[in-house]
C-alpha cells in the first residue's frame, strides 16, 4: 500500500510541476490549503502572526512557481527539490496512518 500511495503522489506532483496549467490549479489549492492549515495552529496566538505566517509562505511557493515558468529553474531541478523535500516527509506521514 505504502509503494502505491507513494508512486500515486510522485506521478501527481511531476504532472503538477511539469504542466503549467495543472502547476497553477495545484498551487490555488496547496494556497488554500496551507491558509486553512496556519490560521487553525493552536501554537501560534496572535492572528497577525498567523497571517505574517501565511503571506511568507505564500509569496515562496507562488515565487518557486515563476521561476519554473519563467525558465530560471528547471523542471528536473524543481522534482528533485519536491521529492527531497515534499514527498519523503509525505511518505512518511502516510505510513505513519496507514501502520
Known amino acids: 500500500m505504502k509503494s502505491v500511495t507513494q508512486n500515486l503522489v510522485t506521478i501527481m506532483v511531476n504532472q503538477a510541476i511539469s504542466n503549467k496549467t495543472i ?21 501560534l ?5 498567523k497571517l505574517d505566517r501565511y503571506y511568507f509562505v505564500s509569496s515562496v511557493i507562488r515565487q518557486v512557481s515563476k ?4 525558465g530560471f529553474v528547471s523542471k528536473h531541478v524543481a522534482r ?20
Open 23 to 43: 502547476r497553477d490549479m495545484a498551487i490555488k489549492k496547496l494556497d488554500n490549503q496551507v491558509y486553512k492549515t496556519i490560521l487553525s495552529d493552536p501554537l
Open 45 to 49: 496566538f496572535f492572528h497577525e502572526e
Open 67 to 70: 521561476c519554473l515558468d519563467n
Open 80 to 99: 528533485k527539490m519536491v521529492n527531497w523535500t515534499f514527498l519523503k516527509s509525505l511518505t512518511t506521514y502516510f505510513s505513519s496512518k496507514i501502520s
